[in-house]
């Protein structure tokens, strides 16, 4: 019987997840087809500042996908059995990313050790000697055997490679887009008269604009704004260089660093930014129908309706929201802990605490956006287009979706992009007072945590927070950017 | 209400200003009955309702001694071995007694009247806060001071050179600082002022003034954490407030930059401010979670975080009841300050 070496494993998080990315792609096809929307995406993909934040985030988004595809490997048929009656799978549950990180993940250390060592940390009992001193790593730096004075020489050799890699990856990309896009490059090159002269950079900066033009239609091209197609194009190159080197550089070293218990912390790094992204949107997509729904029925209807939704928000906001989230989760882990049963793997587990958690935030922060909603709905609800309506004899339900709801997308855009960064924040906070995820999952929140007294250490070890801190900071960083090119683009205030 | 009464009776002075204000405070307190009620209903379901008292005396015992026995004396030891919240066999002479003898109202009900019972270690939880209010307090209170004024100060500076680059320079700043975790500032200011440094100690508390070199590094670490994220949003209050009528007035008269914003712009922009902050005063005895966590401060907030991790539901539940009183008395004070700050708002 043939079958596959794995078995595809969908976690729950995952599907969601996907479901997620999916609805996003289906409404900017369907956003395409609005002129207003199509202004307003067209302006913020002029803004320099947002086109580097989406792309970095686009890159972080590629990390978290590639470590949503999940799967659990065949095990061997034991060498006894002539053929495996029954296919059996590893417990382990891993994903796409785990593959491309083999080389780190399989090759633990015992202990700290620094960005780019070739010796362990700590002084231990050398084997063959009664002396104490430094260990040789069992990877980093093992490929250079004795000749210990070629590590520099070495690190230099292999950035520099991976550099150039990078680069050629970038250029390559840019000239598949250039074919690929000529034609239609060629139509918005007629139309815009670029400045003649520019370099291989414009070339395929116009693809990007032609990319990009594509997908915002005509907006693009009649709007005398251009994309920023040259700060995409430079953040993919650094992207690329960064890249390169890291992984040039992380085929002998652990770049940056071990851990305690000598995990590679680049590898632990960069699964949690699934983590990180899964709370930023998973949250949101339950806490959107809630907040959008109940909103509007209260601004829309009022009378007891409003105050029943009224009293509900009210009450929900007075309970200190760690509080509330801490209470939350301690009841789930004990219905957890009490039914052990429910899960077969322990990522399911995790999987099943890492959704509790985006289920628990998401209840406790609907309040903002639904009173946010209401106030907007009392102000629409007696405007003349809605009046008319009304006098025509449209449904309250028909009004509502077709004139109350688009009109408040904006602000429903807006409050969630604000709110990503904020739960991604949160997390490493929840995570630290012990009501996070759960601790087998990697998150940042877990890592700083595992990581709190290092500075207090002498000497000190100060990879694995800077590693955390900086992850999350880019990541956060690039989204509050994004975030403010949309809101100025959105904002009817601030859009001009 | 109050501007009408005020209009209709112009002789009684002070007390018509006063005596529809009491009114509405009374009333405004009475909504918050049902409010905390609510808060009540939400904490005892979670807590005695999805996971019955029996899962969380197996829990607190642990695997190895989990017999019905032992689970009866955890239950009776706590006060948890009452129906939830109907006792149909309570000997009460007026059916009261079906309500009272119920966990609901012993442990829930109890505490409108301050009875917060006993935390795990057998402490009187009341007590305990009253004790550790101090600490709180003796942090929340200078950071809270402290920020407003270096927040506006800053957001002042932003928009005194604004649509310069030094304004948009110090936006970005705003923006990363409120892009790094407060956990960073706290293990960041931690290790470079107490331990290269040594200006002060890692942490720890004392009573009196010598408590002052055990603040410092909190208070200043809390005042940059928050600059970030509320000069900002003092920045672009402002920037509303400058392109109003009266400043193009002050302009016209002569005045100058720096007259019109601290003499207009500043004294104007004071009133969203300020009542966008009086939410906040209440909630300050709470204290803050991490802070105080990370500093050793025996406060409210490290309380919390204890209960939180050793699974002391009393003390948790305490919490969240007094986070929703304080929380509604500072909707109440919002409320009330706008009043004071405009009188073009009147109380209905």
Redesign the interface.
Known sequence: MMSLPFQVVVLWSDALFFGLVTAVVMLGMWARRQAPLRHSWARVASDKVAMVSATVLAAFLFVGVLDSLHYRARLDAAPGQAVAQKINYAVEVNSLLDVLLAPLRLHPEKTYSAPLATHLFSKEPLPGSIERGFPRLTWGGAHLGYALEHRTIDIVQRSALGAAGGLLLWLGLMSVMRLRFKRQGQAIESAQKPGAGEATMSQGGRAINALLAVADGDAARKSSRRVASHATLLTLLVLFLIMGVTMALGSGYHVLGTDKVGQDVLYLSLKSIRTGLLIGTLTTLVMLPVAVLLGILAGYLGGWVDDVIQ??Y???????G???I???V??MQ??I??HPDWFVTSAERADARLLALCLILGMTSWTGLARLLRGETLKLRELEFVQAARAFGVSHFAIMQRHILPNLMHIVLIALVMDF?GLV?AE??LS????GVDPATIS?GTM?NAA?ME??RDP?VWWS?AAA?TF??IL??AA??LT?AVRDAFDPRTAA | MCSTTANASPSWGGSVYFAPMLAYIIRRLLYAV???L??NL??FV??FV??SPD??A??QLGIKRVTPEAIQKWKAERGYDQPLIWNATAAGSAGMAHLTETVFFNKSMRMFAGDFGRADDGRDIASEIKHRAGPSLAIAVPTFILGLGVAIAFALLLVFFRATRADFFGVVLC??M???????YI?GG??LVA?VWHWVP?SGYATGFTAAKFLVLPVFIGVIAGLGASARWYRTIFLEEITRDYVRTARAKGASEAAVLFRHVLRNAMIPILTGVVAVIP?LF?GS??TESFFGIPGLGSY??EA??A?D?AV??A??FI??VL??LG?LATDISYTLADPRVSLK
Not at chain 1, 432 to 435: D, I, Q, T
Not at chain 2, 178 to 184: A, E, I, P, W
């Open positions: 009293y509900a009210t009450t929900l906001n007075s309970i200190p760690v509080l509330l801490a209470a939350a301690l009841m004990v219905v802990d009490t960064s924040l490493a906070v630290y007072v012990g009501v940042f700083i709190r500075l207090a000190m927070l801190f999350m900071f956060v960083l509050n950017l403010d | 049902p409010i905390l609510g808060v939400i904490t979670l807590f999805v996971n899962d969380m197996r829990m923006v990363a409120m892009s790094v975790s407060g956990l960073f293990i931690q290790w331990k890692i909630t709470m979670l991490l919390t975080i939180i991790n699974q539901f948790v539940r919490m969240v986070g929703s929380y509604i909707l």
